[in-house]
Nanobody, 120 residues
Framework: QVQLVESGGGLVQPGGSLRLSCAAS????????MGWYRQAPGKQREMVAT???????NYVDSVKGRFTISRDNAKNTVYLQMNSLKPEDTAIYYC??????????????WGQGTQVTVSS
């Protein structure tokens, strides 16, 4: 059993900042890539940022220069620092992990989502 638990969402004014966290727990053998995705009302889920085990990162163009993804491998945790937030960043943000459980089965796991609302 694997769980991904997100925290840190909320309501923030345009130009503000939030930091999302996602901790993975359970029968984990190793975690490969981790990432953040988001889904706005009426839109498809999109990749926001991903980070590989060694730390290489990838961002959607709309957040480059404003968001920073990082991870703490010792804590099985991934973070998303979001600065200069815009109303169009409003969405449910989901954590994702590509990992292998102790039974040596690799799979894709998702958190339950955390709401981020950017509004004045």
């Amino acid at each position: 059993q694997v769980q991904l638990v997100e925290s840190g969402g909320g309501l923030v004014q345009p130009g503000g900042s939030l930091r999302l966290s996602c901790a993975a727990s359970g029968s984990i053998f190793t975690i490969y890539a981790m990432g953040w995705y988001r889904q706005a009302p009426g839109k498809q889920r999109e990749m926001v940022a991903t980070i590989a085990t060694a730390g290489s990162t990838n961002y959607v163009d709309s957040v480059k220069g404003r968001f920073t993804i990082s991870r703490d491998n010792a804590k099985n945790t991934v973070y998303l620092q979001m600065n200069s937030l815009k109303p169009e960043d409003t969405a449910i943000y989901y954590c994702n992990a590509d990992l292998m459980v102790v039974a040596r089965i690799r799979g894709d796991y998702w958190g339950q989502g955390t709401q981020v609302t950017v509004s004045s």
